[in-house]
């Protein structure tokens, strides 16, 4: 496959991310426990004040491991148009996450957890990382972010 168009700009790539993070609705949350036995699971999210806001059970490995290790690698796209996100995840149970935010998420999926079991807990991840490429020509500059700072 011969690749024809330009690499975009690190602008361009940024606001591509950011109009993925608001339009799209499942991402991959992958996790490891203390032993760093893996977990991969694709979740509803919504991007809501410069935070991923992922909702899961805390019962079951992704939620234990978000709760635990308070980090997570997020992904969006295929191989041919990438986004990996690394972050510091907060655990919020039902009753004490931030009003805004839940509605954010219920706007967006139509799901609203709070109404949901008692074992469902919201996850805030901020970005501390941020890479994005389409094709191998993209992959020079591919890190928009750093230490929770965008480098574009």
Not at 28 to 34: F, L, N, Q, S
Not at 75 to 93: C, Q, S, Y
């Amino acid at each position: 496959m011969e690749i024809t168009e330009p690499p975009r700009t690190p602008a361009q790539r940024k606001a591509d991310v950011l109009d993925r993070l608001e339009r799209e609705m499942d991402i991959w949350v992958a996790t490891a426990d203390a032993d760093g036995v893996p977990c991969l699971v694709p979740l509803w999210f919504v991007w809501h004040e410069e935070a991923v806001w992922l909702c899961t059970r805390l019962t079951n490995p992704t939620g234990r491991n978000l709760r635990d290790g308070r980090r997570a690698r997020l992904a969006l796209g295929d191989t041919r148009d990438v986004v990996l996100v690394d972050g510091d995840a907060e655990t919020f149970t039902a009753r004490r996450v931030p009003s805004a935010a839940a509605e954010a998420f219920r706007a967006k999926t139509g799901w609203d957890p709070r109404e949901d079991h008692a074992s469902y807990a919201f996850f805030r991840v901020r970005p501390r990382a941020v890479q994005a490429w389409c094709e191998v020509h993209e992959l020079p500059r591919r890190h928009l972010m750093r230490e929770g700072v965008w480098a574009a």
